[in-house]
């Protein structure tokens, strides 16, 4: 595919690496001399300096053949405004970094398709909806659902005394109809199991279940289910703000801003039900005069992510029931993980997973890249002439780190086995790692 970034930000720089390495002919747009140059000599990639908004800096980049246009700079207006130039300049779809909420009502789609946007993306809000997420339910360290919540998949950090442990997996497996375990995350490594495998102390493990076997999962994992009512975040960015309005009102929620201008800012914004407490949340006597061990989950949402590790290491002492921490730099989240504390965000990963579902040739409704586990997950929903519907699944010759979880059949979760047909119409729940959707693509068009 021909591809245009534009914008050699946080989110514009980790497309450019990873799509880089899927053999696509990418050229990054940007003004940051710099970060070009960077770019320019460690991926396979061209760069362009210019600005995004200049009409014949994008004619220059390639809109009039670019498969695929992404404007992902800090500013709004421009992401929109340099859309709108692409389209009409050629480029065939197109999608629009945003921070206002509003544009993401589904009243407003077909508005901004009218104008030649064909997605927005607001990684802020899709981060706030995985945190509130999982203060719904903080047992689990992942939870994504699919086809409506026919289909799940859980990623549950596994303790000594679960009774999943160091029993063959096959014991468990006994009915297929419930669920089944899709991978392991373990010492570095992601395992995709068979029914000989056995689950070790500090295994990260992604089950691929039907709701109805929720609260099973979460009894042979040892986890005990408790409830969040208090949270403190720490550090009042846009993430912060959009957890406070999607939190229902039975939350009490406290805001730890160090900064005053910031502060009076987040007032105006945050939710009822939140308090903004001007400090600095690294400071522990502070943190304890707010009451810490009175708080269930700290949120550490900074734009520091060693003050984020840190604090929510400190939090986990104190005895918190959650901690989650935003982790933008990439190099530290194989370390938040060796130190296990807790959930990590990373905004520039939720949006990658968000554009590269748009980049897919099947019928892709949603893609979600597992920060633990260097691995993906994707929703493919079987077209009449799919491969996979050609055969049962044992005699497809799948590659052997691909593992398909389950499907949604006539609005019927099921799981998927060897003697398993797929079928027209069918939503597939499939697991692989890291950039290898591609390959399995070809079997789902």
């Known amino acids: 595919m021909n591809i245009i970034i534009a914008g050699a930000g946080e989110v514009g720089t980790h497309l450019a690496k990873m799509l880089s390495q899927e053999n696509h002919n990418i050229v990054v747009l940007d003004t940051n001399e710099d970060v070009l140059n960077y770019l320019d000599n460690n991926y396979d990639l061209m760069v362009l300096k210019g600005s995004p908004t200049s009409i014949q800096k994008i004619k220059e980049a390639g809109a009039s ?69 999982s203060l719904r ?34 014991v468990f497996f006994q009915d297929e109809n419930k669920f089944r375990i899709a991978a392991i995350k373990r010492q ?12 070790l102390p500090g295994d990260l ?10 609260e099973q999962i979460r009894i042979i994992s040892g986890k005990i289910n408790v409830s969040i009512h208090n949270v403190m975040i720490m550090g009042g960015s846009r993430i912060a703000v959009k957890t406070t309005q999607l939190l229902p009102e039975t939350f009490k929620v406290k805001i730890l801003e160090i900064n005053r201008e910031r502060a009076e800012w987040l007032m105006e914004r945050v939710s009822a039900q939140t308090m903004v407490i001007l400090g600095d949340g690294r400071d522990m006597d502070f943190v304890e005069s ?9 949120i550490a949402l900074t734009g520091n992510a060693e003050a984020n590790i840190l604090s929510c290491l400190v939090a986990k002492e104190t005895g918190v029931k959650r901690s989650i921490a935003e982790v933008e730099n990439m190099d530290y989240i194989p370390l938040a993980d060796n130190l296990d504390i807790g959930m990590i965000i990373n905004k ?19 893609v979600k890249s597992l920060t633990f586990a260097d691995a993906e997950v994707a929703e493919f929903k079987v ?31 099921m799981m998927i086995y060897g003697d398993t047909q797929i079928e027209e119409g069918d939503h597939v729940v499939v697991f692989c790692p890291n950039n290898s959707i591609k390959r399995i693509e070809k079997f789902f068009s």
């Open 383 to 413: 077209t009449k002439h799919a491969k996979v519907c050609k055969k049962k699944i044992k005699d497809l010759n799948l590659p052997s780190n691909i593992s398909l979880g389950g499907l949604v059949r006539n609005r019927k979760g």
């Open 290 to 298: 707010e009451g810490i061990e009175n708080t269930d989950a700290f």
């Open 188 to 199: 570095g490594k992601t395992l995709i199991p068979s029914g000989n495998d056995h689950v």
């Open 137 to 170: 339910r903080p047992w689990a360290r992942q939870w994504f659902e699919f086809c409506g919540g026919k289909m799940l998949l859980i990623g549950i950090k596994i303790r000594i005394g679960a009774i999943i442990l160091d029993k063959p997996l096959s």
């Open 205 to 214: 493990v992604y089950f691929i279940t039907l709701p109805e076997s929720i």
């Open 348 to 366: 520039k990963i939720i949006a990658a997973s968000h554009i590269y579902q748009m980049m897919l040739d099947a019928d892709v409704s949603n």
């Open 65 to 133: 053949t670019a498969d695929l246009f992404i404007a992902v700079t800090p500013e709004e207006s421009r992401n929109l405004t340099a859309c709108i130039l692409a389209t009409k300049l050629g480029a065939r779809k197109t999608v629009a970094r945003i921070d206002n909420p509003e544009y993401m009502l589904d009243h407003h789609k077909a508005f901004f398709e009218q104008l030649g946007i064909d997605s927005l993306i607001y990684p802020e809000l899709l981060a706030a909806k995985e945190i509130v997420n």
